[in-house]
């Protein structure tokens, strides 16, 4: 019995990594790796699914395939530049000429 249940276990994994082509293969298939999400995994489409399953269901969705690792902004955080905190005099003058006085 265990060894029954192993079995389809394992054959129908083998069907979901044959269903996931290599990126090269895939590219010359004319499939195009999409992301409908930054936790979403991609799917490989064809340009006929793009639109029929993705654009005409206003599924929003990003088209991956030619998007390289160094095309990628890094998310590591910019330095940012500390300027010192503007000083101030610690006493007012008076804004016209002092010798003058007020009147």
Do not use: C
């Not at 060894?3 to 990594?17: I, N, P």
């Not at 999409?34 to 269901?57: A, L, M």
């Not at 940012?80 to 002092?98: D, G, K, Q, R």
């Amino acid at each position: 019995m265990r060894a029954s249940a192993l079995f389809t276990l394992l054959a129908s994994s083998a069907g979901l990594v044959a269903a996931v082509p290599p990126a090269g293969a895939a590219k010359a298939a004319g499939l195009r790796l999409i992301k409908t999400s930054p936790e979403d995994k991609g799917t490989w489409v064809t340009e006929e699914q793009k639109i029929t399953q993705y654009r005409n269901k206003r599924i929003g969705f990003v088209d991956i395939t030619d998007i390289t690792v160094s095309s990628i902004p890094s998310s590591q955080p910019q330095p940012h530049v500390i300027t010192p905190a503007p000083t101030y005099a610690s006493v007012l003058t008076a804004l016209s000429n002092p010798d003058q006085g007020w009147e």
